[in-house]
Each structure stands twice: as C-alpha cells, then as structure tokens.
C-alpha cells in the first residue's frame, strides 16, 4: 500500500471558501472511485485529505498530526494564490513570515523565522519537471513558480520540508534521492471565478499528475525550467 497525503486550507480573508479544498476534497472522492491517474499507475495507492486551519503556528500543527496519523509515502499540500491564472508548482519555501494581512487568528508577524537557526530556504522534493511536461501535455495552464509567498502556505511549504529532512540544505542534499516521504506545495488559482482559465476538473487532473509523476521513484528530469525575472 502506498499513501498520499493531501492538504488544503481553510477560507480566509472573509472569503467563504478556499480553492484549494474543493481540489483536495475531488482529489478524494475520484481516488475512493479508483478513477486517479496516480492510481493506474502505482497500483494500491490511497488518498487521505486533512484541512489546515490559516493560521501561523497551528497550521504546521496539524499538519504534524496528519503526517503521524497516516504516515504518507508522499505529502502534497495545496493552497490559493488569488488573481493568477495557472498551477503552480512550488519550487522552494523560504523560512520567513511576513504577513501582508493578519492570518484568522489575528496574528500578522513581520520578518520572523518559521524556524529558529533554519536554513535560508528548502528545496521541493517532488517531481516538478516531470509534472511540469505532463501537465503542459494535457494542456493545463501551469507554471514552475519560485516563490510561495511569505503567509502561511510558505509556512507550510517550509515546516514540512523541514520536518522532512531534517531542515537544512545539507541534509537536504543527501536525502533527496532517498528520502521515504517526498513532500511540496500547489498553488490553484481562484477556480469558481467565472474568468478564471483553469477549471476545477483540470486543477483536479494537474494534482493527479503532479501525484503520479512524484511517485515515480527516478530523479526528476532535466530540462530547462528557470525563470529570468
């Protein structure tokens, strides 16, 4: 049996739903139907989906307690990034929180640490450039993004590429190729608005793919994927 963990969050900024748990929530039901593409591909794979409060400090708590409740092979966490107009696939996590708005807790930190004495910033271990391409196949607007933000889906990115390996670059680099648990972020658009270019469905089939090709126990491919500004 092999199992993914997926997150999504909370509704915040007096919004009255979150994007990115309508993903998780499909993600779940197709993956109870066996109608995933991870699933054809990584024969008895099952999809578990927790709710992360947005909230600085007691969102990596619960994603804490979701990791050791089921004790995932693969952790793909998803948020919103209102006003853009594809997936991305998040690259990096810095460890930085810098709220522009207060989080629903009221707490809005300025220039702190996610973690004390943490590295600079961690790397994504999933399959990102392999993802990339499929997802470009099927014809989803996506994108290979370098930054996560400074709220509380960075947060997240960071806390469990630290809780992962261990929170350095070093360890970071020696683990990539073997670690038990590869873990990262998406970034959905807001996918109920009208003019939004990405649908919930495609949303729904990037994750999939994303999930499908981080299973994949190679090296993610080489290709070009960089940005210039």
Same mark, same amino acid.
């Given at each position: 049996?092999? !199992?993914a ?7 915040? #900024?007096?919004?009255? +739903? ?16 066996? +109608? ?5 591909e990584?024969?008895?794979? !099952? ?20 990791? #050791? ?16 107009? %594809? ?24 220039d ?8 600079? #910033? ?25 930054? %996560? ?20 670059a070093?360890?970071?680099d ?19 608005? #009208? ?15 994303l999930l ?17 500004h």
């Amino acid at each position: 049996m092999t !199992t993914a963990l997926i997150t999504g969050f909370d509704p915040f #900024a007096g919004a009255d +739903h979150n994007p990115s748990w309508d993903v998780a929530e499909e993600l779940a039901a197709r993956a109870a139907d066996g +109608h995933l593409i991870a699933q054809a591909e990584h024969t008895g794979l !099952t999809v578990d989906v927790h709710r992360l409060p947005v909230v600085h400090g007691a969102a990596l708590e619960a994603l804490d307690a979701a990791i #050791a409740a089921v004790a995932p092979d693969v952790v793909l966490c998803l948020g919103l990034a209102d006003g853009t107009d %594809a997936v991305r696939l998040e690259r990096v996590g810095l460890n930085l929180r810098d709220a522009r708005i207060p989080d629903n807790a009221g707490a809005q930190p300025v220039d702190e640490p996610i973690v004390d004495g943490g590295a600079p #910033a961690l790397f994504s271990t999933l399959r990102l450039k392999a993802a990339h391409a499929r997802i470009t196949a099927a014809q989803i607007p996506v994108q290979l993004s370098l930054s %996560a933000g400074s709220f509380v889906c960075n947060e997240v990115l960071y806390g469990l590429l630290h809780r992962l390996h261990g929170g350095s670059a070093e360890q970071q680099d020696d683990d990539e190729a073997s670690a038990p648990v590869r873990g990262g972020f998406v970034h959905v658009p807001s996918l109920r608005e #009208a003019d939004c270019p990405v649908s919930l469905q495609q949303a729904v089939e990037a994750v999939d793919l994303l999930l499908a090709a981080s299973l994949d126990d190679r090296p993610d491919v080489e290709h070009p994927g960089g940005a210039l500004h």
